[in-house]
């Protein structure tokens, strides 16, 4: 019962560089998220999809874009990587009928 | 949107006495509220949820406090274990088909045997 998982788990990147973080659920839900987590602030929501084929924007999405591959998939792109992006990123999956959302394990990503 | 304030940052107590986290939140339409225990590593996990149509939840030895009108919501533990040691979140959202969980900046409990 795998749940949610992000790959990769860690990652150092130079400024400029990009790189796609993956999210897959094989928990058949609609709902998926992407969220950054800092230190004193908590999560903050940097994109979502309410379903297939849909995706917007959350609290935070400068910087970032996101694709919905699938039901199961829902990756986050850097395009060029800024140190204002070392955080700890999050997938997260919900369902319509429990209202729980599932987090995975998270990435922790450096910007130097 | 949704602002949600959680105190304290840090908060340290003894094994076996009780820890109390406090949330408050600004948007009155807010009507789900989750509390997440994140472990070192590992992601956020549910430990319980409140809705708004109801004051208090318990769980064995955590419970949940909602005061609408106050726009506050609080966790209890009693009884804390050196596994009770960890990051906690609150949230708030609009309970619907899809929800936007707003949260809480977090709450590190050290549990001292």
């Known amino acids: 019962n795998a749940g949610v998982t992000q790959t990769p788990k860690f990652q150092v990147l130079k400024t400029g560089q990009s790189m796609t973080l993956q999210c897959a659920q094989d928990?058949?839900?609609?709902?998926m998220y992407w969220y950054r987590q800092d230190p004193g602030m908590g999560l903050r929501l940097i994109y979502y999809?309410?379903?297939?084929?849909?995706?917007d924007k959350g609290e935070v999405p400068n910087g970032y874009n996101v694709s919905r591959l699938n039901k199961r998939e829902f990756s986050l792109r850097l395009e060029s990587a800024a140190p204002s992006q070392t955080s700890v990123y999050f997938c997260?999956?919900?369902?319509?009928?429990?209202?729980?959302?599932?987090f995975g394990q998270g990435t922790r990503l450096t910007v130097v | 949107g949704e602002n949600v304030e959680q105190h304290p940052s840090t908060l340290s107590v003894q094994e076996g006495d009780s820890a109390v986290i406090k949330c408050t939140y600004s948007?009155?339409?807010?009507?789900?509220f989750p509390w997440y225990k994140q472990e070192l590593g590992k992601g956020p996990q549910l430990i319980i949820d409140?809705?708004?149509?109801?004051g208090e939840k318990k769980d064995q030895r955590i419970a949940v406090t909602l005061n609408k009108t106050a726009k506050h919501f609080s966790l209890h533990i009693t009884e804390t274990q050196p596994e009770d040691s960890a990051v906690y979140f609150c949230?708030?959202?609009?309970?619907?088909?899809?929800?936007?969980?707003?949260f809480g900046s977090g709450t590190k409990l050290n549990v001292k045997p």
């Open positions: 409140i809705r708004s149509n109801v």
């Open positions: 948007d009155s339409a807010s009507n789900y």
């Open positions: 999809s309410a379903s297939e084929g849909t995706t």
């Open positions: 997260a999956s919900e369902s319509i009928s429990n209202t729980e959302a599932f």
């Open positions: 928990m058949n839900h609609n709902s």
């Open positions: 949230a708030a959202s609009k309970s619907s088909n899809f929800n936007k969980f707003y």
